[in-house]
Every structure is written in structure tokens, then in C-alpha cells.
């Protein structure tokens, strides 16, 4: 069964920083494009940010409003996806989850970020 677990989250005044972590079990999370998303609330789940296998030459993308202040990384050590988030703004609040691109399958139980003065 394959699972995600993401860990990081936590209340951030405005302009600043914090960095997601994500863990993946039931696969090899190397051999897959993986992403983040996020869900906001009253919104939809919604793509933030994905990263190619390390069966490819890293190539990264980013939803137009996170572009400059978001990236994503991944360790190939210890399997894990991470979301390094700058110049956290209000509009940044929401549910984040990881899963693989296009997401698929079951979700984690994500981890909340709340960018809040």
C-alpha cells in the first residue's frame, strides 16, 4: 500500500520560512515524478510544485504563484521530497500534501501551514 506522510507545517508570520518534508512508502519514490498540492479552505486540491525522477535530468515546476519564493528538492539518500517555502504569504495557508505527478492513489493526512501576523 502506498502511503505518504508530510511533516514541517506550523504557524509562520508573513515573510517567512518553512520547509515540508515528505516521506514515501510502498514505492521507490526516486523512480517517480513526485509533486506537492495544496488545499486551502472552501478550495479545491490544487498542483503546487513537482520534481522529476531521478531516472531523468532534475527539471523542476511551479505554479505561477509560488515561482521565486518556493522550491522543491529531493534527497535520493533517504528518499524524501521536501518543499522549502520563502516569503510565506496569508494566501500561502492551506493543507499541504505530497503525492506522486499527477497525483494518484490514496493521500496523507497532509500537514497544515497557516501564515498568520
Known amino acids: 500500500q502506498v502511503q505518504f506522510a508530510e511533516s514541517g507545517g506550523g504557524l509562520v508570520q508573513p515573510g517567512g520560512s518553512l520547509t515540508l518534508s515528505c516521506i514515501a512508502s510502498g514505492i521507490n519514490a526516486r523512480f517517480y515524478e513526485m509533486a506537492w498540492y495544496r488545499q486551502a479552505p472552501g478550495s479545491q486540491r490544487e498542483f503546487v510544485a513537482r520534481?522529476?525522477?531521478?531516472?531523468?535530468?532534475?527539471?523542476?515546476d511551479y505554479t505561477d504563484s509560488v515561482k521565486g519564493r518556493f522550491t522543491i528538492s529531493r534527497n535520493n539518500v533517504n528518499d524524501t521530497v521536501y518543499l522549502h517555502m520563502n516569503s510565506l504569504k496569508p494566501e500561502d495557508t492551506a493543507v499541504y500534501y505530497c503525492?506522486?505527478?499527477?497525483?494518484?492513489?490514496?493521500w496523507g493526512k497532509g500537514t497544515l501551514v497557516t501564515v498568520s501576523s
Open positions: 503525492n506522486r505527478f499527477p497525483g494518484r492513489g490514496d
Open positions: 520534481i522529476t525522477s531521478t531516472l531523468l535530468e532534475e527539471r523542476t
